[in-house]
């Protein structure tokens, strides 16, 4: 089926600094979908991209999806302590009954 | 707002006994899925349903597992012979659409399960 890696892992900023995550696939995807888990909670769904090349906005968050639909981005601008959790993309199956997600990447932000 | 609500909370239990996890999808939706996730891991794929049966399943998703829907609200996992692997948080999420057509999953705010 189809998956998705993620980089970084972990990721240490200062409040105030931008954030990237990466999400990385060696085939073609047909959508890709974005979820943040906060430490303790449970994945919380943030947006979905569909067509090559695509950006959508969410406040300070920016989502990209590459011309080639093989790779996708988070950009989180101004980070805040808010924005400490983990972010998972995400694609569905071959079958489309199932959604994979990436090993995620942790934002950790300090004041 | 609508959520996906699922019981219990935590739950521990003796290795070799059976564990049921239990979960209430959003009324409307149609697809229900069972996630798991071991402490500061992934989110990994168990099992999806439609229909009232199984669409797809992984390689976690053994013989020792299960999945019902009894009723027209509850969705069970039902895991027969609990292993000190099985220790994880489970997940049931639902979609009103199947993912392929661009359905957002929205999850439970999931069980503990922890196996002595």
């Known amino acids: 089926g189809q998956q998705v890696m993620q980089i970084p892992q972990y990721q240490h900023v200062q409040e105030g600094e931008d954030f990237t995550t990466y999400c990385n696939s060696s085939t073609t995807l047909s959508n890709i979908q974005w979820y943040k888990q906060r430490p303790g909670g449970h994945p919380v769904f943030l947006i979905q991209l569909v067509k090559s090349g695509e950006v959508k906005k969410q406040k300070r968050l920016t989502f990209q999806f590459g011309e080639a639909k093989k790779n996708s981005s988070l950009h989180i601008t101004a980070t805040q302590t808010t924005d400490v959790g983990t972010y998972f993309c995400?694609?569905?199956?071959?079958?489309?009954?199932?959604?994979?997600f990436g090993k995620g990447t942790s934002l950790l932000v300090t004041p | 707002e609508p959520e996906v609500t699922q019981t219990p909370s935590h739950q521990v239990t003796q290795m070799g006994q059976e564990v049921i996890l239990r979960c209430v999808p959003i009324?409307?939706?149609?697809?229900f899925y069972w996630y798991r996730q071991i402490l500061g891991q992934k989110v990994e794929f168990l099992v999806s349903f439609y229909n009232n049966e199984i669409s797809e399943k992984s390689e976690i998703f053994d013989d020792q597992f299960s999945v019902e829907r009894p009723d027209g609200s509850n969705f069970t996992l039902k895991i027969r012979s609990t292993k000190l692997e099985d220790s994880a948080m489970y997940f049931c999420a639902s979609s009103a659409k199947a993912v392929a057509n661009t359905g957002e999953l929205f999850f439970g705010e999931g069980s503990r399960l922890t196996v002595l």
């Open positions: 995400a694609t569905n199956s071959n079958s489309g009954y199932a959604l994979n």
């Open positions: 009324s409307n939706h149609l697809y």
